[in-house]
């Protein structure tokens, strides 16, 4: 990944440096689109994404990250993200993904590297299906094709499956996976092609002056001024803005594990089964194949809470033991699997589980987008568009992803947080 310099960085903003080596004065006027100049804090899914729609806009960015893009501290992080159109009865979500699909398309042409894999999606229910029944008409108005498959059928079709308990299963088309890491890291580099600067620091805020931020101030103690603001720091949002997000925003502790098949055995790759969920008591997903990491089970259901920069990363006995049975139950040829793998990860979920698109009610030249893990990745692109032209005041805010909603937003159950 290409960096540059801070002497490079102030060369290309067509500003000096005036109190510190960061520093870069505030822009001139707002009146053309050269004239503004936006940090965005976080390279990860949003942030990476925001920025590349500003830098395509030719507004001058400059994205920073302490770790950067993908980094293992880093929600966007790890090797793979379910990509899908479901979201019950949330048409906001189904639209940002229907209009993500060519986004993903077309950041894999400029890279000349696969980034989205079409599996499709079997969700399994072993409870009511109300959450697939109310996305069907959103389905069917975005043309996303579902089928509604027989448990009976199910069995013939997926024989590696013990369908035990699942009285509906249902086949979603348009869905797969994405390569996570590597797209932050490939968001990035497309950053800077496209006039973008990328620096890794972290940033928190600086200076106030009537209302606005005046700067930020990196990890190294500099400081960087620009005229607009974009905190996008996953987990570490409600730390940087505790008074505003700090009960609003909870990072907890995920764990992933891939586990090793048979050899010759290709029931289980992603060429004979499509990603699963299984939609129960717990959500429990997966993702067969995983680029030779190994059949990937993750159990969606929130953990405790985390600090995603100290956190103990070393998956829990419980976790593994819990993972195991599953997998020994609904995928009987693979109960004495090996661990090959094992992560530990965060959420970063809001209380009421929906995306924070917003601007800052004290600093007019700040804005906060957050709140997406466990779905978010997915739209990134769309969102980080929807989040450029709010920006740039063309279009109007998300009630929905609104800050003041979460003050009287009532704390979402297990499942309204599976958005």
């Given at each position: 990944?290409?960096?540059?310099?801070?002497?490079?960085?102030?060369?290309?903003?067509?500003?000096?440096?005036?109190?510190?080596?960061?520093?870069?004065?505030?822009?001139?006027?707002?009146?053309?689109?050269?004239?503004?100049?936006?940090?965005?804090?976080?390279?990860?899914?949003?942030?990476?994404?925001?920025?590349?729609?500003?830098?395509?806009?030719?507004?001058?960015?400059?994205?920073?990250?302490?770790?950067?893009?993908?980094?293992?501290?880093?929600?966007?992080?790890?090797?793979?993200?379910?990509?899908?159109?479901?979201?019950?009865?949330?048409?906001?979500?189904?639209?940002?993904?229907?209009?993500?699909?060519?986004?993903?398309?077309?950041?894999?042409?400029?890279?000349?590297?696969?980034?989205?894999?079409?599996?499709?999606?079997?969700?399994?229910?072993?409870?009511?299906?109300?959450?697939?029944?109310?996305?069907?008409?959103?389905?069917?108005?975005?043309?996303?094709?579902?089928?509604?498959?027989?448990?009976?059928?199910?069995?013939?079709?997926?024989?590696?499956?013990?369908?035990?308990?699942?009285?509906?299963?249902?086949?979603?088309?348009?869905?797969?996976?994405?390569?996570?890491?590597?797209?932050?890291?490939?968001?990035?580099?497309?950053?800077?092609?496209?006039?973008?600067?990328?620096?890794?620091?972290?940033?928190?805020?600086?200076?106030?002056?009537?209302?606005?931020?005046?700067?930020?101030?990196?990890?190294?103690?500099?400081?960087?001024?620009?005229?607009?603001?974009?905190?996008?720091?996953?987990?570490?949002?409600?730390?940087?803005?505790?008074?505003?997000?700090?009960?609003?925003?909870?990072?907890?502790?995920?764990?992933?594990?891939?586990?090793?098949?048979?050899?010759?055995?290709?029931?289980?790759?992603?060429?004979?089964?499509?990603?699963?969920?299984?939609?129960?008591?717990?959500?429990?997903?997966?993702?067969?194949?995983?680029?030779?990491?190994?059949?990937?089970?993750?159990?969606?259901?929130?953990?405790?809470?985390?600090?995603?920069?100290?956190?103990?990363?070393?998956?829990s006995v419980e976790g593994i033991e819990r993972a195991r049975a599953f997998l020994g139950r609904r995928f009987p040829r693979l109960a004495n699997a090996p661990l090959?793998?094992?992560?530990?990860?965060?959420?970063?979920?809001?209380?009421?589980?929906?995306?924070?698109?917003?601007?800052?009610?004290?600093?007019?030249?700040?804005?906060?987008?957050?709140?997406?893990?466990?779905?978010?990745?997915?739209?990134?692109?769309?969102?980080?568009?929807?989040?450029?032209?709010?920006?740039?005041?063309?279009?109007?805010?998300?009630?929905?992803?609104?800050?003041?909603?979460?003050?009287?937003?009532?704390?979402?159950?297990?499942?309204?947080?599976?958005?």
């Open positions: 990944m290409t960096r540059v310099t801070r002497r490079e960085i102030l060369k290309a903003a067509g500003a000096t440096a005036v109190a510190a080596p960061w520093a870069m004065g505030n822009a001139r006027s707002c009146g053309s689109d050269n004239s503004r100049h936006v940090a965005v804090i976080g390279a990860g899914a949003f942030g990476g994404w925001t920025a590349l729609h500003l830098a395509r806009r030719k507004i001058r960015v400059t994205l920073f990250d302490a770790w950067g893009p993908g980094n293992s501290r880093a929600s966007s992080g790890g090797e793979s993200r379910v990509i899908r159109g479901i979201y019950g009865a949330d048409e906001i979500y189904t639209r940002l993904v229907h209009e993500s699909y060519p986004l993903w398309r077309a950041l894999e042409k400029h890279c000349d590297e696969p980034l989205l894999k079409m599996q499709g999606l079997l969700w399994m229910f072993s409870i009511d299906d109300a959450y697939v029944q109310k996305a069907l008409p959103i389905l069917a108005k975005y043309g996303m094709a579902i089928d509604c498959i027989e448990p009976s059928d199910a069995r013939k079709r997926y024989p590696q499956i013990d369908f035990s308990g699942i009285h509906k299963a249902y086949f979603e088309h348009q869905a797969g996976s994405l390569k996570a890491r590597r797209a932050c890291q490939i968001v990035c580099r497309q950053v800077q092609k496209e006039g973008g600067a990328y620096v890794e620091q972290g940033g928190r805020t600086g200076s106030m002056n009537g209302g606005r931020l005046g700067d930020v101030i990196l990890s190294d103690g500099s400081k960087f001024t620009a005229d607009v603001y974009v905190f996008a720091c996953g987990p570490w949002l409600a730390q940087l803005f505790p008074d505003l997000l700090g009960n609003k925003i909870s990072p907890t502790r995920q764990e992933v594990f891939y586990f090793g098949t048979p050899p010759h055995d290709r029931a289980f790759d992603d060429g004979q089964l499509p990603i699963w969920v299984d939609f129960g008591e717990r959500l429990i997903y997966g993702i067969p194949g995983s680029d030779g990491r190994g059949f990937k089970v993750a159990d969606d259901t929130r953990g405790s809470r985390f600090d995603p920069t100290n956190g103990d990363r070393t998956p090959l793998e094992a992560r530990v990860c965060q959420y970063e979920n809001s209380t009421d589980g929906h995306l924070i698109l917003d601007r800052h009610p004290a600093m007019e030249n700040v804005w906060l987008v957050g709140g997406g893990s466990g779905h978010g990745f997915k739209l990134s692109p769309a969102l980080g568009q929807l989040a450029s032209r709010q920006i740039l005041g063309e279009s109007d805010l998300e009630p929905r992803f609104s800050i003041k909603r979460l003050n009287s937003a009532k704390q979402a159950t297990q499942f309204e947080r599976q958005r």
